[in-house]
């Protein structure tokens, strides 16, 4: 059974920078797609970003677009998520979450019912 750990989460005044890496176990990372997902209080858990099995390609919420990077090693089985220019709006517990096995990406894997593993989620809060 895959194990997914996110890292990272914080306390940061507007404007500033944290990164998050999750890493996992339990099978083959190289071969999918990873995810990052976020939720508020009292709101439905949104996607971030995600990227393709060989990192190759990216896909973002509109919100972070510009803001944020997601980039993963295969070797060490992490996929970070580097975000930049925080603004309150953005505190939420950050997931990560694994994908199909292939190459897929686009607006239909930002859905979390297409992803099958995730992580118990870390606090980020940006104060303003």
């Known amino acids: 059974q895959e194990k997914l750990i996110e890292f990272g989460g914080g306390l940061v005044q507007a404007g500033g920078s944290l990164r998050l890496s999750c890493t996992t176990s339990?099978?083959?990372?190289?071969?999918?797609?990873m995810g990052w997902f976020r939720q508020a209080p009292g709101k439905e858990r949104e996607f971030v970003a995600h990227?393709?099995?060989?990192?190759?390609?990216?896909y973002y919420a509109d919100s972070v677009k510009g803001r944020f990077t997601i980039s993963r090693d295969n070797a060490g089985n992490t996929v970070y998520l580097q975000m930049n220019s925080l603004k309150p709006e953005d505190t939420a517990v950050y997931y990560c979450?694994?994908?199909?096995?292939?190459?897929?990406?686009?607006?239909?894997?930002?859905?979390?019912?297409?992803?099958?593993?995730w992580g118990q989620g870390t606090q980020v809060t940006v104060s303003s």
């Open positions: 990227v393709s099995w060989n990192g190759g390609t990216t």
């Open positions: 339990g099978r083959a990372f190289s071969n999918y797609l």
């Open positions: 979450a694994s994908g199909p096995r292939g190459f897929y990406f686009g607006t239909y894997y930002s859905r979390p019912g297409t992803y099958d593993s």
